[in-house]
């Protein structure tokens, strides 16, 4: 029987474009996380914080001061660490409300039920999320094709 070759035009094209692949993603995985974390922020901002919004406070609106839903997603730069970016080196980040008691009322204690506002708002986030992943992994794909070219 004889041999087959299969030639594949382009292939150390697209080996060099994939060599390069840390560093096409990274800055596209940064920029798909930063834009979770702006909706995440903005849902839980837009979201109504009375009884039947995203925080769903059960505490009466005369005994609320507002600073949780208030604090949610302040920038680092604020004083406040309520949103930490990803970079290209970093593919990782946060996004939450600054004030050190929204543990206790996301999770709840022993005297204060729980009040998972936290859940609400990824789960209303969570199909804008998915989409600006799988529009990152169409522009990944892109970008190593086009390197390719």
Same mark, same amino acid.
């Given at each position: 029987? +004889?041999? $087959? ?9 697209? *080996?060099?474009?994939?060599? *390069? $692949?840390?560093?096409?993603? &990274? ?5 798909? @996380? ?8 903005? !849902? ?8 039947? =919004? @995203? ?23 604020? =004083?406040m660490? &309520?949103?930490?970016?990803?970079t290209? &080196?970093?593919?990782? +980040?946060?996004? +939450?409300? !600054?004030?050190? $008691?929204?543990? $206790?009322?996301?999770?709840? !204690?022993?005297? @204060? ?9 990824? *789960?209303?986030?969570?199909k ?12 990944? !794909?892109?970008? @190593? ?5």
């Open positions: 029987m +004889g041999q $087959y070759a299969l030639e594949i035009k382009g292939l150390d094209k697209l *080996q060099a474009a994939l060599v *390069q $692949y840390p560093k096409i993603s &990274g800055q596209i995985f940064a920029n798909a @996380i930063n834009a979770s974390l702006a909706v995440i922020s903005k !849902t839980a901002n837009e979201g109504d914080s009375g009884s039947g =919004g @995203i925080f769903r406070f059960v505490t009466p609106r005369s005994k609320r001061t507002g600073l949780l839903s208030a604090t949610f997603g302040l920038p680092v730069n604020s =004083g660490k &309520g949103l930490d970016l990803a290209p &080196g970093k593919l990782s +980040g946060w996004v +939450g409300p !600054t004030r050190t $008691y929204a543990i $206790y009322v996301n999770d709840g !204690t022993k005297y @204060i039920r729980e009040n998972p506002f936290m859940t609400r708002i990824v *789960q209303a986030a969570q804008s999320v998915d989409n600006i992943f799988v529009n990152a992994l169409d522009k990944l !794909t892109s970008e @190593i094709a086009n390197q390719s070219r």
